[in-house]
């Protein structure tokens, strides 16, 4: 694709690769610095992206924490938050979950043609719904949002949105970090599935940048020509 949105993205994981347990509670990955850290790379973002079955999980809030970001990016004649992306199968999402009511900005749900009627019965009160075709693929979205002036996006996850995401050949940068302890539990979620992923034992991806962040260790990945590392 050409004139697509440079692609972030972000998850932390446990020491044996899962990003949640198989409890009812959230499990908590990350610390308050690298917290800070992912507030600054929000943002930075036109756009941010969780996939439905975070919204309903983990019922995410998806803004800009930091008064002082909010007042640069209104500054500089953004919005306080980007604008918030999610991506729905089924068309099951809650209207009144966080993704929805909180922040002004514009928020965006994709899905398939199939269940366009029915995700916009749900949620087409509080969110533009965008049919994306048969099945909703990451070019597809890509291709809206560059139309819809998004330069810049950033993916939070989960698991499956991330796996579709780099076994397409569309992701920019990958910020992965890695909580000192382990799940130990093959019901939780891990960080990808099973794919074709374009970096292999042959085609490994390019560590950009390593850092220790409090208890906790982030690397960067460049996986692309496109990625910025000193950003």
């Known amino acids: 694709m050409t004139g697509r949105p440079y ?12 990003i949640d347990d198989a409890t009812a509670e959230r499990l908590l990955l990350s ?22 079955a975070t919204v309903r999980r983990d019922d995410p809030r998806l803004l800009v924490r930091s008064e002082r970001r909010q007042a640069e990016r209104v500054a500089r004649g953004l919005p306080p938050s980007p604008v918030k992306v999610t991506v729905t199968a089924s068309g099951d999402l809650d209207p009144t979950a966080r993704f929805f009511t909180m922040g002004d900005g514009p928020k965006l749900v994709y899905c398939p043609s199939g269940v366009a009627e029915k995700t916009r019965e749900q949620v087409g009160a509080v969110a533009t719904v965008v049919e994306a075709g048969e099945p909703v693929t990451p070019h597809a979205v890509l291709a809206d949002l560059a139309g819809r002036g998004v330069g810049r996006l950033m993916v939070e996850g989960g698991g499956t949105l991330h796996c579709q995401f780099l076994t397409a050949g569309v992701a920019d940068e990958l910020h992965l970090v890695v909580a000192p302890f382990f799940v130990g539990d093959r019901r939780a979620p ?22 220790q962040i409090g208890d906790v260790v982030l690397t960067r990945y460049a996986l692309s020509d496109r990625c910025e590392p000193d950003r």
Do not use: K, Q, T
């Open 190 to 211: 891990r960080f990808v599935g099973d794919g074709r992923f374009p970096w292999h034992p042959g085609r490994r991806a390019r560590v950009v940048e390593v850092r």
């Open 31 to 52: 610390n308050d610095a690298d917290l800070d850290r992912i507030d600054a790379v929000r943002a930075a973002a036109d756009a941010i992206m969780v996939g439905a």
């Open 7 to 18: 692609v972030l993205l972000s998850c932390a994981m446990s020491i044996d690769g899962y």
